[in-house]
């Protein structure tokens, strides 16, 4: 399975009537895709009626000696998608496939095109499991990171979010909610500290501290080091995510549950201020941002 799996998505195509020529659109994918070398071993094309009875647009797919090519073509939209996977187990295809591909969307005259190269099979298996690589977005600027785990320790939707417990070689244990890393064993002292410590240093004589979400216990351990506090409510709207946290997450929250200053309480957050009459020295929101 080791290769390079290239995607291309183009949009504001000029050239629309190639999308809806099966003739022309088969000639000009085969031709470049033999061009470079590759090797065609069967192919299928099927042409789509539009919404006015005309032609409308095109699926196809090259079965390639090193693996396959597939088009899908949306003339309505000025739009299409392409991939191109070649397996370089015997020989190294990647820059074939990269001329191929990037010579058949030269046809189209595209305004903006999205490229992805994907290499497959490269990741190692640690301790006899598949590692998989975690990619989300940054922001709202088209920015991503990622990072690799093994191993999910857990994998639920058993209440109102999803929760996943990961293995990362880099992080350590993880925990990511609905798809987003929330904390994680080598990095979550960055976020547990910072929110936690400066107002407790900075308030007088501080001794009740209400933290609304903070599930993970993270920042629950931290105020707890301030031995000045005598009373610390954990409010967390998702019960899966402490239990989680006290099976799992034991060296982000060091077990403060066994800290009789410590009161969990399992509610909703907004909830619990509107109707609580308890008043605190300290409140922290630690929320999942939306």
């Given at each position: 399975m080791?290769?390079?799996?290239?995607?291309?998505?183009l949009?504001?195509?000029?050239h629309?009537?190639?999308?809806?020529?099966?003739?022309?659109?088969?000639?000009?994918?085969?031709?470049?895709?033999?061009?470079?070398?590759?090797?065609?071993?069967?192919?299928?094309?099927?042409?789509?009626?539009?919404l006015?009875?005309?032609?409308?647009?095109?699926t196809?797919a090259?079965?390639?000696?090193?693996?396959?090519?597939t088009?899908?073509?949306?003339?309505?939209?000025c739009?299409?998608?392409?991939?191109?996977?070649?397996?370089?187990?015997?020989?190294?295809?990647?820059?074939?496939?990269?001329?191929?591909?990037?010579?058949?969307?030269?046809?189209?005259?595209?305004?903006?095109?999205?490229?992805?190269?994907?290499?497959?099979?490269?990741?190692?298996?640690?301790a006899?499991?598949l590692?998989?690589?975690?990619?989300?977005?940054?922001?709202?600027?088209?920015?991503?990171?990622?990072?690799?785990?093994?191993?999910?320790?857990?994998d639920?939707?058993?209440?109102?979010?999803?929760?996943?417990?990961?293995?990362s070689?880099?992080?350590?244990?993880?925990?990511?909610?609905?798809?987003?890393?929330?904390?994680?064993?080598?990095?979550?002292?960055?976020y547990?500290?910072?929110?936690?410590?400066?107002?407790?240093?900075?308030?007088?004589?501080?001794?009740?501290?209400?933290?609304?979400?903070?599930?993970?216990?993270?920042?629950?351990?931290?105020?707890l080091?301030?031995?000045?506090?005598?009373r610390?409510?954990?409010?967390?709207?998702?019960?899966?995510?402490?239990?989680?946290?006290?099976?799992?997450?034991?060296?982000?929250?060091?077990?403060?549950?066994?800290?009789?200053?410590?009161?969990?309480?399992?509610?909703?957050?907004?909830?619990?201020?509107?109707?609580?009459?308890?008043?605190?020295?300290?409140?922290?929101?630690?929320l999942?941002?939306?």
């Amino acid at each position: 399975m080791h290769g390079t799996h290239l995607t291309a998505d183009l949009y504001s195509c000029e050239h629309t009537e190639l999308m809806t020529d099966v003739e022309r659109l088969r000639e000009v994918c085969r031709t470049q895709i033999e061009r470079v070398g590759l090797k065609i071993v069967g192919e299928h094309w099927h042409q789509f009626t539009g919404l006015d009875g005309a032609e409308g647009g095109v699926t196809g797919a090259l079965v390639l000696a090193e693996s396959h090519f597939t088009i899908h073509t949306w003339p309505e939209l000025c739009r299409l998608t392409m991939d191109l996977y070649v397996c370089n187990m015997t020989a190294n295809h990647s820059a074939e496939a990269e001329v191929a591909i990037s010579s058949i969307a030269s046809h189209f005259g595209a305004v903006h095109t999205q490229w992805q190269d994907v290499k497959r099979g490269d990741l190692p298996a640690l301790a006899g499991e598949l590692q998989r690589h975690f990619i989300e977005p940054v922001g709202t600027h088209g920015a991503f990171f990622g990072f690799a785990a093994r191993k999910l320790a857990e994998d639920r939707m058993e209440g109102p979010q999803r929760i996943e417990v990961l293995e990362s070689p880099s992080l350590g244990v993880a925990l990511r909610l609905d798809d987003r890393l929330m904390t994680s064993e080598r990095e979550g002292f960055y976020y547990h500290e910072a929110l936690i410590h400066p107002a407790a240093i900075i308030a007088h004589k501080p001794k009740s501290a209400l933290i609304i979400g903070g599930g993970d216990l993270g920042s629950a351990k931290e105020i707890l080091r301030h031995r000045r506090i005598e009373r610390v409510v954990v409010v967390e709207i998702d019960g899966a995510v402490v239990h989680c946290a006290q099976k799992h997450l034991q060296r982000i929250n060091g077990r403060c549950w066994d800290d009789t200053r410590l009161t969990i309480k399992i509610q909703d957050g907004a909830d619990f201020i509107r109707s609580s009459a308890d008043k605190f020295d300290l409140i922290y929101l630690d929320l999942r941002m939306v």
